[in-house]
């Protein structure tokens, strides 16, 4: 069974730093690229970054582009997001998600999230 | 970016009835569409791929239409299960994409 547990959300103030993790389980987490999407409170759905399987490839919106920065670990499959110089306007849901294979960037399973909020 | 648009934001449906939700993209993203699902409190559900392919699991009465443009999900009769928020969200380009969404509440 594929499982996804984000961690690492918290109170944040404007500025600050902050490292989300993602532990995979339940497939071959190296064959599989992973993203992280977001939701503000009571909106929609926000693509964030993309990574490839093996690191290769790398995508950000342009929203966090600069400031953010995604990686994995697939000894410990473990997927990240480095927040960096976070806003009031990151404040979200956190969710990892898995490609359905490997070269169709929907997504088939996702985490249960994990809340980030900026604030002061 | 290929901006996403949902219609209608919000569809009041009664339970039985079918229920129509459009996505229009502002540029063609072939059949790379999918369809999720989201209940209050819960991470998205992948419903729909490629347009029109169920994924794994999802019941028959969930159907997809359309290419390009214009793409349609068809609830053919709602279950109580199925009151929720649909997403659509295009993986033809970078960025992806997602749609507004569209809530589908109970008349």
């Known amino acids: 069974e594929v499982q996804l547990l984000e961690s690492g959300g918290a109170l944040v103030q404007p500025g600050g730093s902050l490292r989300l993790s993602c532990a995979a389980s339940?497939?071959?987490?190296?064959?599989?690229?992973m993203s992280w999407v977001r939701q503000a409170p009571g909106q929609g759905l926000e693509w964030v970054s993309s990574i490839s399987g093996s690191s290769d490839g790398l995508y950000y919106s342009d929203s966090v582009k600069g400031r953010f920065t995604i990686s994995r670990d697939n000894y410990r499959n473990t997927l990240y997001l480095q927040m960096n110089s976070l806003r009031a306007e990151d404040t979200a849901i956190y969710y990892c998600?898995?490609?359905?294979?490997?070269?169709?960037?929907?997504?088939?399973?996702w985490g249960q999230g994990t809340l980030v909020t900026v604030s002061s | 970016e290929k901006v996403m648009t949902q219609s209608p934001g919000t569809l009041s449906v009664s339970p039985g009835e079918r229920a129509t939700l459009s996505c229009r993209a502002s540029?063609?993203?072939?059949?790379?569409l999918a369809w999720y699902q989201q209940k209050p409190g819960q991470a998205p559900r992948l419903l729909i791929y490629g347009a029109f392919t169920r994924a794994t699991g999802i019941p028959a009465r969930f159907s997809g239409s359309g290419s390009g443009t214009e793409f349609t999900l068809t609830i053919s009769s709602l279950q109580s299960e199925d009151f929720a928020v649909y997403y659509c969200q295009q993986y033809n380009n970078w960025p992806l994409t997602f749609g507004g969404g569209t809530k589908v509440e109970i008349k």
């Open positions: 540029q063609s993203v072939g059949s790379n």
């Open positions: 339940g497939f071959t987490f190296s064959d599989y690229a």
């Open positions: 998600a898995k490609w359905r294979n490997i070269v169709a960037s929907d997504f088939d399973y």
